[in-house]
């Protein structure tokens, strides 16, 4: 069965990077995109961005990007999430999910990563 | 940009129908995908293309888009559909295109 399993939760403070991880299983990697998507604490979910994992194409929402960068590993089925100079807005859980284009709706999901920014 | 409008919370009781609306400038035109989120879990796709179902997703929810309003319909409410719904569509329309998801609708079973 499809699998997306993210790495751990992170503590970071206001200004550092953070990188998220989202390693694949059970089906073939470059027949679906990977798109990013973050909820802050109570709020709806808010789009990130997408990834082709068959050409590295990428899509980032205005709002940030220039302050993040996701790539892909296909010798080990993983897609990266690196966001830079966090502030406390950025604390939220951080989802990854399989979606076939830019412009489709996402299936599978992964468990979610909590990123916390404090001082 | 796309605005997408829930009601915050819909209640029902168990064996009954529950209808949760997603409002949009004219979202009949529009694609609409609904999500289903329980606490402390990922969302889970339920409809997406409006009324298409996964087939992992029970047949007692279905969709509908038409107008300024799609709605989710899930009929046969039990204790575990208890949850957030959200609703999502790809606004094209801006000079920078973006998902935009509804504020989300926490459904109660009575």
């Known amino acids: 069965q499809v699998q997306l399993v993210q790495s751990g939760a992170e503590v970071k403070k206001p200004g550092a990077s953070v990188k998220v991880s989202c390693k694949t299983s059970?089906?073939?990697?470059?027949?679906?995109?990977i798109t990013w998507v973050r909820q802050a604490p109570g709020q709806g979910p808010e789009w990130m961005g997408w990834?082709?994992?068959?050409?590295?194409?990428?899509n980032y929402t205005q709002k940030i990007q220039g302050r993040v960068t996701m790539t892909t590993d296909t010798s080990t089925s993983t897609a990266y999430m690196e966001l830079r100079s966090l502030t406390s807005d950025d604390t939220a859980i951080y989802y990854c999910?399989?979606?076939?284009?830019?412009?489709?709706?996402?299936?599978?999901w992964g468990q979610g990563t909590l990123v916390s920014v404090s001082s | 940009s796309y605005v997408l409008t829930q009601p915050p919370s819909v209640s029902v009781a168990p064996g009954r129908t529950a209808r949760i609306a997603c409002g949009g400038n004219?979202?009949?035109?529009?694609?609409v995908h609904w999500y289903q989120q329980k606490p402390g879990q990922a969302p889970v796709l339920v409809i997406y293309?409006?009324?298409s179902r996964p087939s992992r997703i029970p047949e007692r929810f279905s969709g509908s888009n038409s107008g300024n309003t799609a709605t989710l319909t899930i009929s046969r409410v039990e204790a575990g559909d208890e949850a957030d719904y959200y609703c999502?569509?790809?606004?094209?329309?801006?000079?920078?295109?973006?998902?935009?998801f509804g504020g989300g609708t926490k459904l109660t079973v009575l």
């Open positions: 293309y409006d009324s």
């Open positions: 990834i082709s994992t068959s050409n590295d194409d990428t």
């Open positions: 004219n979202i009949g035109s529009e694609s």
């Open positions: 999910a399989t979606a076939a284009t830019v412009t489709s709706p996402f299936d599978y």
């Open positions: 059970g089906y073939t990697f470059t027949n679906s995109a």
């Open positions: 999502q569509v790809w606004d094209s329309s801006s000079d920078h295109p973006n998902w935009v």
